[in-house]
């Protein structure tokens, strides 16, 4: 079955810089992967997805690129804000019923 | 707006409880899920269903049942309730390769 890998598990940084989150992932077959964002005491929403049949998604100031050769994906958020700070999961699932694997989670700091 | 929702915010039980926990969604989604949420361990999926009155294991199924008799309403069972599934549950739901969508969770306490 699929497997995820998420790294780093912590993550600081200052206000205005930028911060990258990398996640890998084990099953050819994945097709669609989201990133979600909980803050919090709330619910995981999600923020970006990406479908295989594209590189790289841009929503604002976060973006998120696949590599199907290398089987990983990133998200990169750029001029970050202290309301940037939340734990952030990547996910890998394809377009049919099974469930979507998540990763263990990014927790990110942003330092005013 | 796709909304999930679940019965209690927080929940305090005894050991050796039967606990239910629900779970509804409005989007006539056929896919719905119950996580278990633990600091360092990420989501665990417990179990999960594709249709009305069908089910299948997740990960950590042991000490869990769930029930779907109706499509909208997806509900977590602890048969016998143990310090040990003290923990935040998160219900979601999701139309098949579609983005799926999370309830605000429910915090269980079992004393």
């Known amino acids: 079955g699929e497997n995820v890998e998420q790294h780093p598990s912590t993550l600081s940084v200052q206000e205005g810089d930028s911060a990258v989150i990398k996640c890998t992932y084990s099953d050819s077959a994945s097709n669609y992967f989201p990133w979600y964002k909980q803050e919090l005491g709330k619910r995981p929403q999600l923020i970006i997805d990406i479908r295989s049949n594209v590189g790289e998604k841009k929503d604002q100031r976060i973006a998120v690129t696949l590599n199907k050769t290398a089987k990983h994906f990133s998200l990169h958020i750029t001029e970050t804000q202290p309301e940037d700070s939340a734990v952030y999961f990547c996910?890998?699932?394809?377009?049919?019923?099974?469930?979507?694997?998540f990763g263990k989670g990014t927790r990110l700091s942003v330092i005013a | 707006d796709v909304k999930v929702t679940q019965s209690s915010r927080y929940l305090v039980k005894r050991t050796g409880e039967k606990v239910f926990l629900e779970c509804v969604q409005d989007m006539d989604h056929e896919n719905m899920f119950w996580y278990r949420q633990d600091p360092g361990l990420g989501l665990r999926l417990i179990y999960f269903s594709y249709d009305v009155k069908m089910k299948e294991k997740g990960d950590i199924p042991e000490g869990y049942s769930v029930s779907r008799e109706k499509k909208e309403r997806f509900s977590l069972i602890l048969e016998s309730a143990s310090t040990n599934q003290t923990s935040m549950y998160l219900c979601?739901?999701?139309?098949?390769?579609?983005?799926?969508?999370f309830g605000d969770g429910t915090r269980l306490s079992i004393l």
């Open positions: 979601a739901s999701r139309r098949g390769g579609q983005p799926q969508h």
């Open positions: 996910a890998a699932g394809d377009s049919g019923n099974t469930p979507l694997v």
